[in-house]
């Protein structure tokens, strides 16, 4: 086998691939998810960050988040601004 056969057989195939695992790349993942969609996320960092960030979320963000079952959740854990 030469390299290029060898590489050809390390490759997956996938129908989605969604570069990226930050909030709107996890949110469609989900959302592929619910409606029986396989995808994969692919993702630089090797670990999950949990600080140094803040997230604001308008009007349209919260009715996405509904759509995706998660605003009642995150609204139990957020602090609203005034």
Known sequence: ?????VKAEEEEEHEIVIVGGGI???ATALALHRKGVRSVVLERSETLRATGAAIGILANGWLALHQLGLASLLRQSSLPLH
């Open 24 to 26: 709107c790349g996890l």
């Open 1 to 5: 086998m030469d390299g290029r056969e």
